[in-house]
T-cell receptor
Framework: GEDVEQSLFLSVREGDSSVINCTYT??????LYWYKQEPGAGLQLLTY?????DMKQDQRLTVLLNKKDKHLSLRIADTQTGDSAIYFC????????????FGKGTKLSVKP | DGGITQSPKYLFRKEGQNVTLSCEQN?????MYWYRQDPGQGLRLIYY???????QKGDIAEGYSVSREKKESFPLTVTSAQKNPTAFYLC??????????????FGQGTRLTVV
């Protein structure tokens, strides 16, 4: 079945770069997404990448996609304490349902 | 301001009671979804609806029910048959799947606790 895997924790120092990794199973996924969740809140879409792209950059965020290995990463440059949150990778479910399949989330802790 | 609103933010339920969580969107989205979030478990799909008066079960629908009488509204009822209902519930909406990019917008969540 479809599955999205992420490591559960990442700790970095303020000012460093953070790299959050994700692997997915459905090679037919057309879009892949990164969401951010702050404590006690809903999910906020950070960015997405279309499957025919290798890289997408948006200010401090860089998404890299390796379709051959089904590997997606999110790099946050100059990580700030405000970036501390849980980051979810997601792909769209196969078929017509339209729902997103989420990884378990990576909790990013930024130390001053 | 367009968005998706969940209420209440916190909800307490006694054993054996049914409770209903509200989800309203003014984004004119066709599709709406309910997810359950438990610590370390990520998000699991409970129910989804792609059009008014139609909905389908997700991965963990047992003990839950929904309705979709209006495009804007997709309430979730947690019934007494749900044995472990304490969790954070998230509602989301998106454009129709056939339009391609199905970026989902989320509400702020409802934290349900059984007392």
């Amino acid at each position: 079945g479809e599955d999205v895997e992420q490591s559960l924790f990442l700790s970095v120092r303020e000012g460093d770069s953070s790299v959050i990794n994700c692997t997915y199973t459905d090679s037919s996924s057309t879009y892949l997404y990164w969401y951010k969740q702050e404590p006690g809140a809903g999910l906020q879409l950070l960015t997405y990448i279309f499957s025919n792209m290798d890289m997408k950059q948006d200010q401090r965020l860089t998404v890299l996609l390796n379709k051959k290995d089904k590997h997606l990463s999110l790099r946050i440059a100059d990580t700030q304490t405000g970036d501390s949150a849980i980051y979810f990778c997601a792909e769209r479910a196969r078929g017509s349902q339209g729902n997103l399949i989420f990884g378990k989330g990576t909790k990013l802790s930024v130390k001053p | 301001d367009g968005g998706i609103t969940q209420s209440p933010k916190y909800l307490f339920r006694k054993e054996g009671q049914n409770v209903t969580l509200s989800c309203e969107q003014n984004l004119n989205h066709d599709a709406m979804y309910w997810y359950r979030q438990d610590p370390g478990q990520g998000l699991r799909l409970i129910y989804y609806s792609q059009i008014v008066n139609d909905f389908q079960k997700g991965d963990i629908a047992e003990g839950y029910s929904v309705s979709r009488e209006k495009k804007e509204s997709f309430p979730l009822t947690v019934t007494s048959a749900q044995k472990n209902p304490t969790a954070f519930y998230l509602c989301a909406s998106s454009r129709a799947v056939v339009l391609g990019l199905t970026e989902a917008f989320f509400g702020q969540g409802t934290r349900l606790t059984v007392v």
